[in-house]
């Protein structure tokens, strides 16, 4: 599936006060430091890195190497990205990031066994009617004016495969009622580079990375094949499923290929929203 391309590769993140750093990889590092670094201060998290900003201060979005605060933010290597989770792999190997330890990175992750798996395709549903709003609206609300591509939503899911999802991408979709009828709609696509929760009563993953929205969010009801999608989906009603074999795959990729929101565009999330809004006449 062609993509968007930003500045692939892997990157460091030092803690100057402790010299303790993180290794990360991404096909797009700069929105990446973004979402590193968005909403801070904000919520605990089980992101060790997020966590070491809120203790030593950080509290800007950086989006540009350099020192900011406490913190040095450095591009390692730039690659192919084809390459960069086994890239990641060898430095966090050879480097041992302190930053980098999760609860949530399985045992097959540092023996190196996700480098064999083959990407997956994924889905999550978000229905507007049963949470009165938009996905990802009450991050999205606090920076409405910001441009599409540089803001920030995650993937969200209590179910736990979404922990292995990295690497792969996650078709978001968005059904509302309009008019009587229940419309469904391609609203982003996101390729996961990392996998996080938080600590909340009720566990919920978050899945974010290199992501595109869909300009304007594309309607699936009359599409060939929508039918039989919707049937094996459960009718959305069974959340993050691995849709890596069904033959509407093909229909979604084409639609992401057609429509995803371009840096030109310049489209704000508030703009995104209203000419949605007007073509659906709401």
Not at 56 to 75: A, P, R, T
Not at 206 to 225: K, R, S, V
Request: net charge negative; hydrophobic share 35%; with cysteine.
């Amino acid at each position: 599936m062609d993509r968007q391309k930003g500045i692939a590769g892997i990157y460091r993140i030092t803690n100057l006060v402790n010299d303790k750093f993180y290794i990360g990889q991404s096909r797009n590092i700069y929105q990446r430091w973004k979402q590193h670094t968005s909403n801070l201060p904000g919520e605990f998290s089980t992101s060790r890195i997020r966590a070491a900003f809120l203790k030593y201060g950080l509290s800007q979005i950086v989006h540009k190497v350099g020192v900011y605060g406490n913190f040095k933010f450095e591009i390692l290597e730039l690659c192919d990205e084809t390459e960069l989770l086994k890239k990641e792999s060898e430095y966090i190997l050879n480097l041992k990031p302190q930053y980098n330890c999760s609860i949530l990175t399985s045992g097959d992750y540092y023996k190196g066994n996700h480098l064999e798996k083959e990407e997956k395709y994924w889905i999550q549903y978000h229905n507007y009617d049963a949470e009165k709003g938009y996905p990802s609206q009450d991050s999205l609300d606090d920076n409405e004016d910001n441009l599409l591509i540089d803001s920030t939503h995650y993937i969200s899911s209590r179910k736990r495969s979404i922990i292995y999802s990295k690497g792969d991408t996650v078709f978001l979709i968005l059904g509302k009622t309009i008019n009587k009828v229940k419309c469904y709609f391609l609203w982003t696509v996101t390729i996961v580079e990392e996998v996080d929760f938080l600590e909340e009563e009720d566990l919920v993953y978050n899945a974010f990375g290199e992501q595109h929205f869909i300009m304007p969010p594309q309607l699936l009801n009359n599409l060939e094949g929508f039918l039989e999608f919707k049937k094996l989906s459960g009718n959305f009603g069974l959340g993050f499923q691995n849709i890596s074999s069904w033959g509407f795959l093909e229909t979604l990729g084409n639609l992401t290929i057609d429509n995803f929101c371009k840096k030109e565009d310049k489209i704000t999330y508030r703009k995104y929203i209203r000419l949605f809004e007007e073509i659906n006449n709401l």
